[in-house]
């Protein structure tokens, strides 16, 4: 699975505005609903929910926030770089400022997790991490997150 298979250039946000974890989901709600045409209620309540297991703040100033819902038609991925970073509960304590939002239907069981498996994997590279915190728009960070697929397909 490629990111660009789950991500497109307009469903990055270069400067996404939250003081705390439960905002930052809120806007990724509201962010996620325009892209999916679900209701922002209902996605909200799935990563309330998802975050209520555990915190999807997995160290390293990341989370990946994910969750299911039957009226999905596909999976769905949105990235959102914090202006500020926020406390997210995370396992390492350090505040998050990049978060990969993954949707998916309720029977996407193996590509649900392929597709958490390929984030993490991503955003666990350093190098990723830093051009990510470093770059302004949301082309150039959908640029960084989808580079790596590629160059990676060419070896």
């Known amino acids: 699975m490629e990111i660009s298979e789950i991500l497109t250039p307009e469903r990055v946000v270069a400067d996404l505005r939250a003081t705390s974890k ?3 989901l809120q806007e990724l709600a509201h962010h996620a ?12 309540d799935v990563l309330l929910e998802r975050e209520r297991l555990g915190t999807t703040g997995v160290g390293k100033g990341i989370a990946i926030p994910h969750g299911k819902l039957n009226e999905l038609n596909g999976l769905y991925g949105l990235f959102a770089r914090i202006e500020k970073p926020v406390d997210f509960d995370s396992i390492d ?9 993954l949707l998916a239907p309720e029977g996407a069981g193996a590509d649900h997790l392929k597709a958490l498996a390929r984030v993490s994997r991503l955003l666990r ?24 697929s590629e160059s990676n397909q060419a070896a």
Request: aromatic share 6%; net charge negative; glycine share 4%.
């Open 125 to 148: 590279d350093e190098t990723v991490c830093e051009k990510l915190r470093g770059s302004d728009t949301n082309e150039a960070l959908y640029a960084v997150l989808t580079e790596q």
């Open 93 to 101: 304590d350090d505040p998050v400022d990049l978060i990969f939002l």
């Open 22 to 24: 439960k905002q930052a």
């Open 33 to 44: 609903a325009r892209i999916t045409g679900l209701n922002e209620r209902a996605i909200f």
